[in-house]
């Protein structure tokens, strides 16, 4: 499955995210698209969405880029699993899409929890 990531750039995202994402899916099949690909391939946000399974938004913190991209998601139906660090306040704005959400507590437990949720989906 082709697995969409969204998230703000107002953290080490990279480092934060990606790396756990990645051990996640590792030897699963499914397919992870960064939003540094977007640009490197020139192809708008909506044209990967068109082929995605699932988006996957870490919403710990608000960015107006990211809530554009999963309103796309939202009105495309393309299944979404809001991701959000314990404690985090997330953008209001997310009261109005369709998805799932896990709060995690640290690097381990976003693995755990999101391999879980993938699991459960295959």
Not at 17 to 46: D, R
Request: hydrophobic share 40%; no cysteine; aromatic share 12%.
């Amino acid at each position: 499955m082709k697995i969409i990531v969204t998230h703000a750039s107002s953290f080490d995202f990279e480092k934060e995210f990606y790396v756990p994402l990645k051990a996640v899916v590792e030897g699963t099949g499914h397919e992870l698209i960064f939003p540094h690909v977007w640009h490197e391939q020139k192809k708008s946000t909506k044209e990967f969405l068109k082929d995605a399974g699932l988006v996957i938004g870490e919403v710990s913190f608000p960015s107006t880029g990211q809530g554009i991209e999963l309103g796309w998601a939202d009105m495309l139906n393309v299944p979404t699993l809001f991701l959000r660090k314990q404690g985090a306040k997330s953008s209001s704005a997310l009261n109005y899409l369709r998805g799932e959400y896990i709060d995690y507590s640290d690097e381990s437990d976003l693995i755990t929890k999101t391999r879980a949720f993938l699991s459960s989906r295959t």
